[in-house]
Each structure stands twice: as C-alpha cells, then as structure tokens.
T-cell receptor, first 112, second 114 residues
Framework: GDSVTQMEGPVTLSEEAFLTINCTYT??????LFWYVQYPGEGLQLLLK?????DKGSNKGFEATYRKETTSFHLEKGSVQVSDSAVYFC???????????FGAGTRLAVHP | GAGVSQSPSNKVTEKGKDVELRCDPI?????LYWYRQSLGQGLEFLIY????????KSGLPSDRFSAERTGGSVSTLTIQRTQQEDSAVYLC????????????FGSGTQLSVL
C-alpha cells in the first residue's frame, strides 16, 4: 500500500544552518504531497504542498520539490531560526479525497 | 472558536473501561477525519466522514473502535474495553470536501490507559 518514509530525528542545528529533511514515498498513481508542522503545544498545520511532478511548494522560507523520478519530497530551508523548532511530517494524499498518509515525523531543534 | 475543538484534552482511564472522545469541526467543513499519534510513530489514519456518505472505516484497528458523526457536524470516537496499547494522542481534523484541500487539525486528546 501507499507509504511515506522520512528521516529519523531528532535533527539538531544551530541558527542560520541549512536544513534538509528527507522524505520518500511509495504510491500508486499520482499523489499530492504535503509537509505538515507541529509546533510545541500546537496542532498540526499545513506548511506546504505540491500536487504534481516538478511542482515546488514553498512557505515561510521552506521549500520542497515533487520529484517523481526519485519518489521524493525533501524539505529544505536555507537558514533556520530557533522558531522553526518543531516536528515536521511528510504526507501523501491518495484516492478521491483528503485521506493523508503520514510519515513518522522528524523533530527539529534549532539552537541559538 | 474558529478552529477544530477536541475534548477532553487529557483522559486517564483504567484498562477495560470505555472512553468517548469528542470533536467539533470547523463550521462549514463537510469532511472530518480521526487520526492516532502514538509515541515515536507517525499519524495513523482511523476513519473519515464526508457528508452523508458511508464513512471510510478502513483504519480502525479493531472492533473496539467506533465513531459516529451526528448531523454532519460533531463526531464522537468511542473505544470500548480500552487496552494499554490504545494510549496515544487522538487527533481530529476537518476540511472542505475538495481534493488537495488542507486539513485543519485540533490539538488532540491525550489518552492514557493504566
């Protein structure tokens, strides 16, 4: 069945470092891909999405490109801030509605 | 409020007891989802409601789990004869019914089964 695999955390970075969180997927058809973020004490919220191959989703300085050839949707940010500390979830949407399949989540800790 | 509301925020129960978890979706959202987040695990899909259609129950882990949605709005997730492995955060989300529409999540119910 459809699945999402993302790199294990925690990821610990210093402020202004470059961030990559890897995400790969297995799916039949052409799923939409998402990154959700869970800040401490808050509910999950959509960070960015891409709906077809070669699309790039971006928001708050984060970017991810839908790569069909490598079945990947890696999350990147050029310069992280302490406020980016959170758990990041990669997800795919399949079927005719928004049934999302999530990865295990990657905890990011950014230190000053 | 304007967001998805879940209650209680925390629930501690004894093994074998039944529990009910409540979700109030965002007004106007016709789609409602329940997910489970276990420690160190990703979000596990449980059940999906869309309008008056039959729900997708494919993610419910056992027949001890059931959910209903009354009047197309509030939903209740019921776990009967709770087990320790049911301990997790239960998340509710809602969305408009179109594809690729983002889900709005509640803050979850932390369930602890002793």
């Amino acid at each position: 069945g459809d699945s999402v695999t993302q790199m294990e955390g925690p990821v610990t970075l210093s402020e202004e470092a470059f961030l990559t969180i890897n995400c790969t997927y297995t799916a039949t058809g052409y799923p939409s891909l998402f990154w959700y973020v869970q800040y401490p004490g808050e509910g999950l919220q959509l960070l960015l999405k891409a709906t077809k191959a070669d699309d790039k989703g971006s928001n708050k300085g984060f970017e991810a490109t839908y790569r069909k050839e490598t079945t990947s949707f890696h999350l990147e940010k050029g310069s992280v801030q302490v406020s980016d500390s959170a758990v990041y979830f990669c997800a795919l949407g399949s079927g005719g509605y928004n049934k999302l399949i999530f990865g295990a989540g990657t905890r990011l800790a950014v230190h000053p | 409020g304007a967001g998805v509301s879940q209650s209680p925020s925390n629930k501690v129960t004894e093994k074998g007891k039944d529990v009910e978890l409540r979700c109030d979706p965002i007004s106007g959202h016709t789609a409602l989802y329940w997910y489970r987040q276990s420690l160190g695990q990703g979000l596990e899909f449980l059940i999906y409601f869309q309008g008056n259609s039959a729900p997708d129950k494919s993610g419910l882990p056992s027949d001890r789990f059931s959910a209903e949605r009354t009047g197309g709005s509030v939903s209740t997730l019921t776990i009967q004869r709770t087990q320790q492995e049911d301990s997790a955060v239960y998340l509710c989300a809602s969305s408009f019914a179109t594809t690729n529409e983002k889900l709005f999540f509640g803050s979850g119910t932390q369930l602890s089964v002793l």
